[in-house]
């Protein structure tokens, strides 16, 4: 009996230890993409250390997450139409759908009840049941005479339970209202057309009043301010784009790359090696800074004093770090082959850094701009902290 | 045997159940104060429950709270000068202290590893360990000829492990570097002196640039520019203040009940039944909204669509909602006696606030304007989400 006893006591020792590991915050914790092997790390930023690795999870090029509410559980957007549901506190997959055959981001709606995931395949949006990942919408992107489907790119979340996003294809931003969806109604599509060529991408500002797309067909933006009573889009940035074209362009930037500080607007250039400052009320440039390659991701501390910048193959081995108030370049470092991604914690006193060929993460201190530490990873890409959770479009 | 057994099985199960209760993500957890009991209740926003309520936190009159930078812990300032560390899992108080014998506020670092706390007696700001709640730093507060204390009010975090706060009697701004504090360094002080009589209150912008002081002993504020390599203050908004005093102030507006929205400020004037709308970069005032009444926090919802606002006694009853891009007030509603706080849920979808004294919280739906629930608590005051723990100067 006492052996009996002692083995209840044991298991009973590992299960509370077990639990116990478990109970933590989520504030500090993130997810980081393993791009070529399908899997993901949750890591945490307070003791800068690695907690887990789940695999599994189908062609994460490209892969991109958002969070849940209460920061517990991660959404993973793959390539390849999957939608997996990840648990940070018992470090496991909770479901895993496949969606589509070819898809591109997604977005939670602000009372994060709603997934919505955007797809090249078949074209158009469908929106799932945050809990469930049932699906609650189908939003099929059909444009022109001849009702073709088009891509869609560029999906955000806005206030009120709404969706945005751009059709490749047609040439327009659809904002999808899905305040009724869970009760079963559909959601009210109201559409903009003739915005531009091609546009590629889209942003939504930090607030969620303007809508931004980028054109690769022609040279300019196309922007719309939610706050009209009537929607229209109207365009910037005149010369903006694919443009006089001095240099081949490798890769066009990510708008999610522009950063917003001190009022303006820090963006890379298409196919130059400058950041541009674009005033953040007129939407009209006033400067730009020379920088060591074609830019990316230029990326804002979170107090806007810093700018952190890296480039396009092949000078994707180096950083360079913008001091905001001088407009000068502070520091230029190499992490390392393929600086892939960015991310600063909340208040902005770590910056985490994926260098996807060399298999690592580096973590600095933003006050020293000296690395406090590496984490090995499997060809990391995209880092994903907590935090988005509270914050508007991302 | 078999008795025994099935106790422990019971034993076990209820062990995983309470653990299981507790493992939860904590980015839609708050705390709120219960001002007359010393007590503060743990809710959530998800389901919009009360989780818990911790008792013996001594005098909560004019409490207000912090978050550790993985959202678990939360740290109230009470006072009596007691310092309470409280675990939102265990749901349990962590530790207490008494650390001075009047105090009013308090902030924590970027990092999160340093908790300071502003006193009235004695004065000055202490600087303390969040782990352990151990003294880190001393900082007296000392001034003139005579080496007299001053209390300190207005203290807020700002980028870089720096505290920055004003003493009420001589007039002054201090900043404290505090970044080598627990390497067993002093804080490096920079000092501001003649900045205006009597500040009275402090804030700092979102971005952590701007460190704003209002003036009890005459019209105006004082402003310090963070980015400044030389720190100064500059006199901004004259006329804001006391004033021609054509109403009686019954209370100065809190500077935290400052907002933000579309490039501008929105704040209560002071004795009259007025918003104040003044532009965000320049500081000079470019409108005036009309109110119920004296307004005391001026809330804009985290995208700036719109601004909730309160008042001071007698008016205390009644709220009124203000749509930005109009200017126009929407509704106006008495959700009872003595409404005192209200905080937003990070994207904005609800709004939480105290009706102290009807003993309730009530929750509100900010799309449709409607009441989702009410919550009883007893004489509530603060409302504080975690969310807080990822942004600077809250």
Chains 1, 2 share one sequence.
């Not at 229209?232 to 890769?251: F, T």
Request: with cysteine; proline share 4%; net charge neutral.
């Amino acid at each position: 009996m006492i052996r009996i006893l002692t083995s209840v006591l044991i298991l009973l020792a590992m299960i509370v230890t077990t639990q116990a590991a478990q109970l933590r915050g989520t504030g500090d914790m993130g997810v980081i993409i393993e791009r070529t092997t399908g899997s993901v790390q949750i890591i945490e930023t307070t003791n800068q250390t690695s907690l887990a690795r789940i695999e599994g999870l189908g062609d994460l090029s490209h892969a991109s997450i958002v969070y849940s509410r209460d920061e517990r559980f991660a959404y993973v957007f793959g390539r390849d139409g999957g939608l997996s549901k990840i648990d940070l506190l018992t470090q496991k997959l909770t479901k895993r759908i496949m969606q589509a055959g070819n898809s591109i981001g997604g977005a939670i709606s602000d009372d994060g009840k709603l997934i919505a995931v955007s797809n090249y395949k078949p074209g158009g949006v469908k929106i799932f049941n945050a809990d469930t990942l049932e699906l609650v919408a189908n939003i099929p992107a059909i444009y022109g005479a001849d009702n073709d489907l088009s891509k869609t790119v560029g999906l955000v979340d806005a206030p009120g339970s709404r969706f945005i996003f751009t059709l490749y294809d047609a040439g327009e931003i659809w904002v999808a209202d899905c305040s009724k969806c869970l009760a079963g109604k559909s959601p009210e599509i109201t559409k903009m057309k003739d915005i531009g060529l091609q546009p590629y991408d889209g942003l939504i500002s930090s607030d969620g009043r303007y809508y931004i797309a980028g054109l690769f067909g022609e040279d300019g933006m196309s922007m719309v301010d939610l706050w009209q009573d009537k929607l229209s889009a109207r365009r910037i940035l005149d010369g903006y784009g694919r443009g006089e074209k001095k240099l081949p362009v490798y890769k066009m930037p990510h708008l999610e790359g522009w950063a917003q500080a001190a009022d303006s607007f820090y963006l890379p250039a298409v196919g130059h090696h400058q950041v541009l400052i674009v005033d953040a009320k007129t939407f009209k440039q006033t400067g730009s800074i020379d920088v060591h390659g074609q830019p990316i991701f230029v990326m804002a501390r979170p107090d806007g004093r810093q700018i952190w910048v890296n480039f396009a193959h092949p000078r994707n081995d180096t950083i360079q770090v913008i001091d905001v108030p001088s407009g000068k370049i502070i520091k230029e470092f190499k992490p390392g082959k393929a600086v892939l991604h960015m991310e600063f914690t909340p208040r902005g006193e770590q910056l985490w850094m994926s260098v996807r060929d060399e298999n690592r993460i580096n973590v600095y201190d933003t006050r020293t701009l000296e690395k406090i530490t590496s984490l090995p990873a499997k060809t990391p890409s995209g880092i994903f902290f907590t935090w988005r959770a509270g914050r508007i479009g991302l």
